[in-house]
């Protein structure tokens, strides 16, 4: 198809119609000269058809015709191009233009079939004969009908009490009703024409030329009041009307009433007397009223609020001195516009469709309030409570509207300073790093941040919708909710406790909760501030911590273990050395020195058996090393009583190392020294706090302590290692000789090694 179209005018692979078949010149133009004939004429036609449809007016079916015109002009390009072909074999373009004529040709058929109906309706130049002579006869009937219609129009003017007229456009009358030939007394045929006008009073002749005048000119209605004298010679007040009506005959005529308001007009004029009496009371009436409008506007431009008047439709008809500082305004730049285009609201679009909407509902009958911004002289902005009122009248008709304000510019920043305190307030509540809520009194959860939701797995919503005890553990909730009675009741005013929630997947999550009411002024609970850290690496870590704390623990005990028994073995040794020997000053020197192992080892049999690796028992420590030595120097503690007084907590092993070595020697110059020749006594241990400090005292009431013998400067390696050790527990140790023998060392709760 588109191989056709692109090829519709090539004449190519098609001879010229000359070289088809054996065309003579003469049959050849036989046929040319015959087409472009019928061509010619074809495009004569429609020209002329074209002529007639334009220049008859109201041409029936037009529309066929110009189909006629197509089909004809169709028509003769096929013909055309028959004789073209015999030069230029455009057979597809001669083929495309028959195809034209033959569809132009169908449609004229269907059109014609068409409106074949309406062709076979006209009439016959009989029957149109037939319809003038029906049309002429209506006509006479018409006219007899008009002289009847007119008479009866007559004898209705004759019926109205109205003086009837009609005038020509000069002022003629050619017609005066019965009325006014019987009141004026004058014959009519003297009154036609101007003669009528010597009925007028002279003094209205001239207002009455110059109304008519203006009335002809304007082709106006005629309206004037003007007196007419009567058939008595009294004069009485009429009003006159007349209008302009044109004639069949294509003339302008006037037709008038003159009505009689004579007794109106004595009445007007009664009522003019009455009105100057009203108007001196109302003159009176008036000095009063500006006298209290003075006291308003005394009132008015006094008040702190801005305040207004204006019309229902919402121009300006009043504003206070308050209203005009504010926006640096005259009073004559805002009396008589709308108040929506003074400059208090024309700085937003957005507020003075507000103020129209405001303005609308006011006239209405109802009032409105909003609050706006208006910017001052000095550019700041002031916020204002703004109202608009109705005020109405007796019958409740709006008559003024009332616009109010009150500058709130302070109470908006508080406001703003609030709002950005709660927004403030809000961010940190909601990105807390840790789980925030406000629960109401009955547990139910009101607000829950993003960490809490996080976690327990639920939704802010879903939270919303239960309860804490819901999701708490029931091994928690008793005491969870004892803590909260307690709050409720004033008894404390914040509680923290471990607690376990359930997650929404099922797992327990460990939290640390921390909980504070908030009261309201009448102190009565709002809700409560729960501060939720989930501590489950915390949990993890401290059971990971006890479980290394276990291992060292055991690891401890061994280590105190085999100090205990390698210290064990040192004492078994010297004994096994002083076994060897017969010197008694080396057998005393292997039994101090055994006891001074044995005292430590004490120490770490202690720590070993304790629970608490770090401190030793000291009382407990001192009965054990007393036995010991009983046993070393074959004293019964029958005959060498032990009096121990411990009041002090358990102590640290730097400090109970010492100090045992410290009590062991000092008991052991007790037995050696104090009872050598007695066969009774009693030693006295003694260990408390005093001021922060360790307070140990040793004491016998034995021989006594030689008075010529300085124990801080002695040979004796014994006082030597007790001034040592005292020195190491960062202490100071005196001596006291009064009835035996008693040492005080003073020490502190910790040392600095």
Not at 286 to 303: P, V
Not at 526 to 551: C, G, N, P
């Amino acid at each position: 198809m588109w191989d056709f179209w692109s090829h519709l005018f090539d004449s190519s692979g098609f001879p010229p119609r000359w070289k088809c078949g054996a065309w003579t010149s003469s049959h050849g133009w036989l046929h040319i000269l015959s087409d472009l004939g019928v061509w010619s004429a074809y495009f004569a036609i429609p020209l002329v058809l074209g002529y007639f449809a334009a220049r008859r007016r109201g041409l029936p079916f037009r529309a066929v015709l110009l189909l006629f015109v197509a089909f004809i002009i169709l028509c003769g390009l096929t013909h055309l191009m028959e004789a073209v072909i015999f030069w230029w074999p455009a057979y597809r373009l001669a083929g495309v233009l028959k195809l034209l004529t033959a569809v132009v040709s169908w449609v004229t058929v269907f059109a014609l079939l068409r409106v074949t109906p309406q062709v076979m309706a006209f009439r016959s130049p009989a029957e149109l004969e037939a319809e003038i002579a029906r049309r002429k006869q209506a006509e006479e009937l018409i006219q007899a009908s008009y002289r009847e219609s007119e008479q009866r129009y007559r004898m209705l003017l004759e019926g109205v009490p109205q003086l009837v007229w009609t005038c020509l456009p000069d002022g003629r009358c050619d017609y005066l009703s019965r009325q006014w030939v019987e009141y004026t007394g004058v014959p009519e045929v003297e009154q036609l024409g101007f003669g009528w006008s010597e009925a007028v009073h002279p003094d209205d002749r001239p207002h009455l030329l110059e109304r008519w005048t203006r009335a002809v000119s304007e082709s106006g209605p005629f309206d004037v009041e003007f007196r007419i004298r009567g058939g008595s010679g009294e004069y009485r007040w009429f009003k006159t009307r007349a209008v302009l009506f044109q004639q069949d005959d294509g003339t302008c005529k006037w037709f008038g009433t003159n009505t009689d308001i004579h007794d109106k007009k004595l009445f007007e004029d009664r009522l003019k007397s009455s009105n100057a009496t009203l108007e001196e009371r109302v003159a009176e009436r008036t000095q009063a009223l500006q006298r209290s409008e003075q006291r308003f506007r005394a009132i008015f431009h006094t008040q702190f609020q801005f305040i207004g008047l204006m019309s229902p439709d919402g121009v300006v008809l009043e504003a206070n001195r308050a209203a005009l500082a504010a926006a640096g305004v005259s009073e004559a730049s805002v009396i008589g516009k709308f108040f929506w285009e003074t400059p208090w609201w024309t700085h937003d679009s957005v507020q003075t469709d507000r103020l129209r909407e405001a303005i609308r509902r006011a006239a209405g009958g109802q009032r409105d309030r909003f609050e706006a911004s208006h910017p001052r002289p000095d550019g700041a902005v002031i916020w204002v409570d703004f109202s608009i009122s109705p005020f109405n009248d007796d019958d409740g008709n709006v008559v003024f509207l009332i616009p109010e304000g009150r500058d709130i510019t302070e109470r908006k920043l508080i406001e703003n300073a609030l709002r950005l305190q709660e927004e403030q307030f809000r961010s940190a509540f909601d990105y807390a790093p840790i789980g925030m809520a406000l629960v109401a009194p009955d547990g139910k959860w009101l607000r829950a941040n993003r960490s809490l939701c996080e976690y327990v797995g639920y939704t802010e919503s879903e939270l919303l919708a239960v309860d804490f005890q819901t999701i708490t553990h029931p091994d928690d909730l008793e005491a969870d909710l004892g803590h909260i009675e307690e709050m409720l009741a004033g008894k404390i005013r914040t509680y923290q406790m471990e607690k376990r929630y359930f997650h929404k997947q099922g797992h327990l999550v460990p939290v640390l909760l921390a909980v504070s009411l908030i009261r309201d002024s009448d102190g009565k609970p709002v809700y409560f501030i729960s501060h939720i850290m989930d501590i489950t690496q915390r949990k993890l870590s401290e059971v990971q911590m006890k479980a290394s704390l276990r291992e060292k623990e055991v690891l401890l005990k061994e280590i105190h273990h085999r100090v205990k028994n390698n210290l064990q073995i040192i004492s078994t040794l010297l004994d096994l050395q002083s076994g060897h020997t017969t010197d008694r000053a080396a057998l005393a020197m292997f039994q101090e020195s055994r006891g001074r192992v044995r005292s430590m080892a004490l120490i770490h049999e202690r720590l070993y058996r304790s629970q608490d690796m770090a401190r030793v028992d000291f009382a407990e420590y001192i009965r054990q090393l007393a036995d010991d030595l009983y046993r070393t120097y074959k004293v019964s503690d029958d005959d060498i009583r032990l009096e121990l007084a411990i009041d002090i907590p358990p102590l640290t092993i730097d400090i109970a190392i010492p100090c045992g070595l410290l009590l062991n020697e000092l008991m052991s110059n007790c037995f050696k020294h104090a009872f050598a020749d007695a066969t009774e006594g009693c030693i006295r241990v003694a260990l408390h706090r005093d001021n922060g400090a360790n307070v140990l005292i040793v004491s016998d009431d034995g021989a006594g302590f030689p008075a010529d013998t300085d124990f801080q400067n002695t040979t004796s390696f014994g006082l030597q290692l007790v001034n040592t050790l005292v020195d190491q527990l960062d202490g100071e140790i005196g001596l006291t000789t009064d009835r035996g023998t008693t040492f005080t060392v003073r020490f502190p709760k910790t040392t600095r090694h």
